[in-house]
């Protein structure tokens, strides 16, 4: 199949810098090539140009609001010009910020299209906070809420340009930090939250395939955003909001794997991944490997062995 990539250099929506870096070491521990390896062609758009912040804008209880509104358009403008070129883009972060941008797009191009979008949220975290509520005034922390139309960020895109994520469309998998009030939003609104307990005492395989099974394949357009922080530190220590008990290499595997086999996934993100805080490239490593995972890796040819 055709893959896309394209770099998202943004650290404005947290505050740890560093992820600017996460695209390069995306590439360098070489997430291109192993794609291609598995027979995909792959088309590299580059980076995002770092816009200029957008002044004047100011949301009370958001830090650097003026340069997430100004990221937020320039990436769902770019993102909207890659998904017209067809095949399955991977957008490489870049703090989680980026999927207002990124995400905003893909909405609007299953609009388009007629396509049910689904969104799969692998996260310690639900980022499903409001200016309101952050006790951190990070922007990364509300990408979720702002996808699913929350008034108070209407502001990061003009008018008409964010079709909303329905809350029925909103999954998030692997929680297990959550603030007090955004607890208290998750559960108002009624998202779909799977965290670590249910995972321990039900697993994985389990846990996903009934999500999925829920799933169209004619009209649905799974997209998957996954924070580094999905994975337990001890894998991938390469993020700036470490959560310990996070998911092992083997469960991060069989996710990427049962995603792959189900035919639904039409857009990644790649996000949080700061090498300034990675032990010799081990985390980009492990997400390029997961990476390929999503697209068809595996230690053995299951098809052929099924039909042999």
């Given at each position: 199949?055709?893959i896309?990539?394209?770099?998202i ?6 505050s ?7 695209p ?10 192993m794609?291609?390896g598995l027979?995909h062609?792959?088309?590299?758009f ?16 958001c ?15 770019r ?11 991977i ?8 999927s ?18 689904v ?9 499903f906070?409001?200016p ?8 990364h ?9 929350e008034?108070?960020?209407a ?5 008409g ?19 007090i ?9 009624g ?22 099974a829920g799933?169209?394949?004619?009209r ?26 996070g ?14 086999d189900?035919g ?13 805080l990675?032990?010799?490239g081990?985390?980009?490593r ?23």
């Open positions: 199949m055709d896309s990539l394209l770099g250099p943004l650290e404005a929506g947290n740890v810098a560093g992820t600017l870096m996460g390069a070491a995306l590439r360098t521990a070489g997430i291109a090539a794609l291609d027979g062609r792959v088309r590299d580059g980076d995002v140009a770092p816009p200029l912040p957008a002044e004047g804008t100011r949301i009370a209880g830090r650097n609001a003026g340069e997430i509104k100004a990221w937020t358009r320039v990436i769902h403008d993102s909207l010009e890659v998904l017209g070129q067809g095949g399955i883009p957008f490489m972060g870049g703090d989680h910020a980026l207002m941008g990124t995400v905003s797009a893909v909405s609007r191009h299953c609009a388009r299209a007629e396509r049910d979008l969104v799969l949220w692998l996260d310690a975290h639900a980022d906070n409001t309101a509520t952050t006790p951190s005034g990070n922007m922390g509300m990408s979720l809420a702002f996808l699913n139309g008034p108070s960020l502001a990061l895109l003009a008018p340009e964010l079709v909303p994520v329905p809350t029925r469309a909103i999954h998030i998998f692997g929680l297990r930090s959550i603030d009030e955004e607890r208290t939003r998750l559960d108002d609104h998202i779909d939250c799977i965290d670590m307990r249910a995972i321990d005492e039900n697993g994985v395989s389990n846990l996903l395939r009934t999500l999925l799933l169209d394949p004619e649905t357009h799974l997209h998957v955003s996954l924070d580094v922080d999905f994975l337990d530190p001890a894998l991938a220590p390469a993020v700036g909001t470490t959560v310990p008990g998911a092992t290499y083997r469960e991060a595997h069989l996710i990427m794997e049962m995603l792959h189900s639904l996934v039409g857009s990644l993100d790649i996000v949080e991944l700061n090498p300034f990675d032990e010799r081990k985390s980009a492990l997400l390029a490997e997961l990476a390929a995972s999503l697209f068809g890796r595996t230690v053995l040819d299951r098809r052929t062995r099924q039909t042999t």
